[in-house]
């Protein structure tokens, strides 16, 4: 994270570079990233930004003399490639994965600050006086996330790496890694090579939108009281009928359907099927 920008519009922006080297969460990583990723994560979050679909967008693109070596298609063959480093831009980086560690590791005063500074810098409609604060913040974050992920499948698009550290609590597509949209219809899509178990097929993002969102659930428990637990259980329940809504809508728009029809839901699935066949 470089900074934080806020343009002539009062609109804030936080600067993020990838590619640039280590740091301390890096792990066993170089931190580096070659071209061609560099190029393809600039294009697509440019492209699901012209799509309406939110994302993280893309600043800079700066070529590096350093030497970057990588297996690309994970079968052994080590290549050296050029390097990269892209400059790109959110609202808010933080992801479910930024709750759940501190969860994880016991740090609850620091998990509450840092929750509270979220919810006071990115959801306005929030009040800091109300003690369902959290529970609020769930809400929402179910809901825009079923939306988010109904928008990828109304075009196509699978992630590749849908795990909690690439889930946004802004519900933005962060991180374009393996990403890929599909040429024709198939459920069993898959743009990710190291995925040997399919995992994150496009036909599973809703699902594992739905697991990681119970992993943020997990995440908050220890700051709800338990009617709120109840409470938040039920709203993640309500997620399969949220996207399922949102993406039958999209269809319906793309199909130029008006009105309401019990045979909608037919129709769209009827022709999903009639596109795998062909």
């Known amino acids: 994270l470089v900074g934080v920008y806020t343009n002539r519009h009062g609109e804030r922006w936080e600067l993020q570079l990838k590619g640039s080297g280590k740091t301390p969460y890096s792990r066993n990583g170089d931190g580096r990233a070659v071209l061609r990723s560099s190029v393809r994560e600039f294009l697509c979050s440019e492209a699901m930004h012209y799509l309406g679909i939110p994302t993280s967008r893309a600043a800079s693109l700066v070529v590096s003399d350093d030497d970057v070596w990588r297996d690309q298609f994970y079968n052994g063959n080590i290549k050296k490639e050029r390097g990269a480093i892209v400059l790109r831009l959110a609202k808010s980086w933080f992801r479910i994965g930024s709750l759940e560690i501190l969860a994880h590791s016991g740090e609850l005063d620091l998990l509450r600050r840092l929750l509270d500074f979220i919810i006071q810098e990115h959801f306005p409609s929030i009040a800091m006086n109300d003690s369902n604060r959290y529970l609020e913040f769930f809400s929402t974050v179910v809901s825009e996330t079923a939306s988010l992920i109904s928008l990828w499948m109304s075009v196509g698009f699978a992630h590749g790496v849908c795990n909690t550290d690439n889930f946004s609590l802004l519900s933005i597509t962060i991180d374009y ?18 995925d040997d178990e399919r995992r994150y097929k496009i036909g599973n993002q809703a699902s594992v939108g739905l697991f990681n969102l119970s992993k943020l659930l997990q995440a908050l428990k220890p700051l709800l009281d338990p009617r709120q637990k109840q409470l938040a259980s039920q709203i993640l329940e309500g997620y399969g009928e949220h996207y399922y809504s949102c993406f039958t809508e999209l269809f319906k728009t793309k199909l130029g359907l008006l009105g309401e029809n019990e045979n909608d839901n037919y129709l769209i699935a009827f022709l999903l099927k009639v596109s795998l066949l062909c």
């Not at 069993?188 to 090579?193: E, I, K, Q, S």
């Open 177 to 194: 890694g393996p990403f890929g949209f599909m040429d024709s219809y198939d459920p069993n899509f898959v743009p990710n090579t190291s």
